[in-house]
């Protein structure tokens, strides 16, 4: 039997190899099991690998990441297409490949035609919604509809991000918990981009006390400065990013996977993005900027300098 799982989503491609292993018996399993790097792969290997016969058990299963990646055009893909199709009865041939196929590749029409392909790419709106439920059931706990929506606004879609999440707010409610909003909000937050985002508030308000407050928040945390003026450096970018894919009507959830940030990072720079116009983004920048290389050669101290710039940044 011939298998395709591709695409980006590392999660679904892992489930589903799991699931062709849970067929094997559990005690022969790591005996029927063998596995190739598609980046240096040995068709002479990969043949003895699939005709030895399977160990009390019905099947082998072998497994080969990214041989459609890796494969030269020519005759190495002529030799991979004409050993599929002498792949013996007794052996499960696994493909897993952790990016977009080209449906114009021959050996993907081959196995399209021959195998069973799946394409493993994040779940998205209300699909992705139940199976996070479903999800949360498999682990004891109840999720809220709601809840579900937050945690997609705070991690994304990746399947792996969200399980891992999923699992930390499941131990955290309990067994039978319900993982609400609140829960969310309070274990999956990164408290200190909470923090930056508070900052950027209260300077697109030109509120300078409660801006240099929020600095000083930072600061307390024992965050280095020039951390704080990098991660501002970077924020101040993703605003001038969004708003040039807004003019041009990207969808929020376009400019999260175009800037590959978490969807509440864009939809709260779309919020912010709105209390500047772009000379200031662009002048902030160029501050921000020359304030790094001030630092980095000496010239000035990081803290006080910060302080500074946001009462210009407020006044102005």
């Known amino acids: 039997m011939l298998y395709l799982f591709y695409g980006p989503d590392e999660f679904l491609r892992s489930e589903a190899v799991a699931a062709l292993r849970a067929t094997l018996p559990t005690d022969t399993a790591d005996l029927n099991c063998a596995t190739f790097d598609g980046r240096k792969l040995n068709l002479t290997d990969l043949r003895v690998a699939c005709e030895i016969l399977p160990f009390l058990a019905e099947h082998r299963l072998v497994v080969v990441t990214d041989a459609l990646k890796y494969l030269k055009a020519g005759k190495p893909r002529d030799d991979f297409r004409a050993f599929l199709e002498e792949v013996p009865p007794t052996c499960h041939l696994v493909l897993v490949e952790s990016e977009t196929v080209d449906r114009r590749n021959l050996l993907f029409s081959y196995l399209k035609q021959h195998g069973q392909v799946q394409e493993c790419v994040p779940r998205q709106g209300e699909d992705l919604s139940r199976w996070l439920t479903s999800q949360a059931t498999a682990l004891d706990a109840r999720l809220n509809w709601d809840a579900a929506h937050h945690l997609v606004e705070y991690v994304g879609t ?131 900027l020359e304030l790094d290389h001030a630092s980095k050669t000496g010239r000035v101290l990081v803290e006080p300098a910060l302080e500074v710039l946001v009462m210009d940044v407020c006044d102005g």
């Open 158 to 288: 990746d399947s792996r991000s969200l399980v891992t999440e999923l699992t930390k707010l499941a131990c955290f409610v309990g067994r039978g918990g319900r993982i609400t909003t609140e829960v969310v909000s309070t274990l999956v937050q990164d408290e200190h981009e909470h923090q930056l985002f508070a900052f950027i508030d209260h300077l697109s308000q030109r509120d300078g006390g409660r801006a240099l407050g929020s600095l000083r928040d930072l600061l307390a945390e024992r965050q280095a400065p020039t951390y704080i003026l990098f991660m501002l450096a970077r924020q101040v970018r993703i605003l001038l990013a969004t708003r040039e894919m807004a003019a041009h009507r990207m969808r929020p959830d376009e400019i999260a996977t175009h800037l590959h940030q978490k969807p509440f990072v864009v939809r709260k720079a779309l919020e912010q993005v709105l209390r500047f116009r772009t000379d200031e983004l662009e002048t902030f920048h160029h501050r921000l």
